[in-house]
């Protein structure tokens, strides 16, 4: 991504981890060569380990990321004072930082306040300015929020809750920000979707109108270029846009515009394709995927017989590897407990079309296809043994 001014980004999970490091080191390339950062610590404030948690964040900025970052302290029901201190400090700091902890505490806390309209400033036209915000203060991004704890730990209805907007006023986009989107820790239980699982998305879904999901996976950010209009996934997930129950899956390295959105949404809507043709194997001249659109609706895939199974996965690897691991991942891991087998049935006949199309590889002497096809299986958790004349693979 070239250099720019202002910046958007939006991170599932993984804020503090060294995955997330090449995110900072971007956002902050676009800001002055010692930029002043400011820690937002009302998600967590509610928490007895409040002042830990800043020191250990601040520690992580400093040895992983090379900057300082002060802290504004704010937690719910603070005096005017306290309030005016931190929308002080967010007007005059280069970007601004929000991550771990409550999505409802953090936007009970802000909401009706000067602090979002402070936020909206720092990434005005005119000035450089940066928000990273990342798991439970990403939620708060949307027009709608999702109160996980409530649904997920306490047992309340699934519902949307009033979110900051600030999504929308910066991109123009009517979305709730789902992080976690890929979250799994549930084993026996579906856990995606931010611990809501998919029975209870679909309950609340319909409740969006005419807006739309953005799902950020966990360890993965959607960065977005305010002065150019673009934005990108990094990281080892996917971005994926949700309408009326259809998806729209960008894995890592994906760009796309920001005013493609809303043809996205709309040709989920109408169960289109939703952006431009995907380039065709050697097409140099095509720009960096959009989407996964050829991989969107799985049940096409899952209809096609070996040949055209292997086809389908092949025609894309050489431009388009990340759309096949999305494809293969959204086979598994985002299955239910109840659809583990059939999924992993259906992906390891995509394994096995990319290990046939690999033993091609080697009796031409492309090894370094060979090389990277592996590779490739191995990031996916497949393990590719090969022996005399045989080469045989299983799951990790």
């Given at each position: 991504?070239?250099?720019?001014?202002?910046?958007l980004a939006i991170m599932g999970s993984?804020?503090?981890?060294?995955?997330?490091?090449?995110?900072?080191?971007?956002?902050?390339?676009?800001?002055?060569?010692?930029?002043?950062?400011?820690?937002?610590?009302?998600?967590?404030?509610?928490?007895?380990?409040?002042?830990?948690?800043?020191?250990?964040?601040?520690?992580?900025?400093?040895?992983?990321?090379?900057?300082?970052?002060?802290?504004?302290?704010?937690?719910?029901?603070?005096?005017?004072?306290?309030?005016?201190?931190?929308?002080?400090?967010?007007?005059?700091?280069?970007?601004?930082?929000?991550g771990p902890g409550s999505p409802s505490?953090?936007?009970?806390?802000?909401?009706?306040?000067?602090?979002?309209?402070?936020?909206?400033?720092?990434?005005?036209?005119?000035?450089?300015?940066?928000?990273?915000?990342?798991?439970?203060?990403?939620?708060?991004?949307?027009?709608?929020?999702?109160?996980?704890?409530?649904?997920?730990?306490?047992?309340?209805?699934?519902?949307?809750?009033?979110?900051?907007?600030?999504?929308?006023?910066?991109?123009?986009?009517?979305?709730?920000?789902?992080?976690?989107?890929?979250?799994?820790?549930?084993g026996t239980h579906d856990t995606r979707?931010?611990?809501?699982?998919?029975?209870?998305?679909?309950?609340?879904?319909?409740?969006?109108?005419?807006?739309?999901?953005?799902?950020?996976?966990?360890?993965?950010?959607?960065?977005?270029?305010?002065?150019?209009?673009?934005?990108?996934?990094?990281?080892?997930?996917?971005?994926?846009?949700?309408?009326?129950?259809?998806?729209?899956?960008?894995?890592?390295?994906?760009?796309?515009?920001?005013?493609?959105?809303?043809?996205?949404?709309?040709?989920?809507?109408?169960?289109?394709?939703?952006?431009?043709?995907?380039?065709?194997?050697?097409?140099?001249?095509?720009?960096?995927?959009?989407?996964?659109?050829?991989?969107?609706?799985?049940?096409?895939?899952?209809?096609?017989?070996?040949?055209?199974?292997?086809?389908?996965?092949?025609?894309?690897?050489?431009?388009?590897?990340?759309?096949?691991?999305?494809?293969?991942?959204?086979?598994?891991?985002?299955?239910?407990?109840?659809?583990?087998?059939?999924?992993?049935?259906?992906?390891?006949?995509?394994?096995?079309?990319?290990?046939?199309?690999?033993?091609?590889?080697?009796?031409?002497?492309?090894?370094?296809?060979?090389?990277?096809?592996?590779?490739?299986?191995?990031?996916?958790?497949?393990?590719?043994?090969?022996?005399?004349?045989?080469?045989?693979?299983?799951?990790?």
């Amino acid at each position: 991504m070239p250099r720019v001014g202002r910046v958007l980004a939006i991170m599932g999970s993984g804020e503090t981890t060294p995955g997330m490091l090449g995110v900072y080191r971007r956002v902050l390339s676009a800001l002055p060569r010692v930029p002043a950062g400011l820690l937002l610590d009302s998600p967590f404030a509610f928490q007895e380990n409040a002042d830990e948690l800043v020191e250990r964040i601040s520690s992580y900025f400093v040895q992983s990321v090379g900057t300082a970052i002060s802290a504004a302290r704010l937690p719910a029901g603070a005096d005017d004072l306290a309030l005016a201190r931190a929308v002080s400090a967010i007007g005059a700091a280069d970007w601004v930082f929000a991550g771990p902890g409550s999505p409802s505490y953090a936007r009970r806390t802000w909401a009706g306040t000067p602090v979002p309209g402070a936020l909206c400033a720092v990434v005005e036209p005119g000035r450089d300015g940066a928000l990273v915000f990342a798991s439970a203060a990403a939620v708060t991004l949307g027009t709608w929020a999702l109160p996980v704890y409530e649904i997920y730990k306490v047992g309340e209805e699934p519902r949307w809750e009033p979110g900051l907007g600030l999504v929308e006023a910066i991109l123009g986009w009517r979305c709730a920000v789902v992080p976690h989107y890929d979250n799994r820790e549930g084993g026996t239980h579906d856990t995606r979707f931010c611990w809501v699982g998919a029975r209870r998305l679909a309950q609340i879904e319909p409740a969006l109108g005419d807006g739309f999901i953005l799902g950020v996976d966990e360890h993965t950010a959607l960065v977005v270029d305010l002065d150019t209009g673009t934005a990108e996934v990094s990281g080892r997930g996917a971005v994926t846009v949700r309408a009326a129950g259809r998806e729209h899956v960008m894995p890592a390295g994906s760009r796309l515009a920001i005013d493609e959105v809303p043809g996205i949404v709309e040709g989920l809507r109408r169960r289109e394709p939703s952006g431009p043709p995907r380039p065709g194997p050697g097409d140099a001249s095509a720009g960096p995927a959009v989407g996964v659109s050829w991989a969107a609706d799985l049940q096409d895939v899952a209809e096609q017989d070996s040949e055209s199974l292997a086809a389908t996965v092949m025609a894309h690897l050489p431009d388009d590897e990340p759309a096949v691991r999305a494809a293969l991942v959204t086979l598994v891991d985002r299955a239910g407990a109840a659809e583990q087998a059939a999924a992993r049935q259906l992906a390891g006949q995509l394994v096995d079309a990319l290990v046939a199309e690999r033993a091609r590889m080697r009796s031409a002497g492309d090894w370094a296809g060979s090389d990277r096809v592996r590779g490739q299986l191995g990031e996916l958790g497949v393990e590719v043994r090969d022996g005399r004349g045989t080469t045989t693979w299983e799951w990790r």
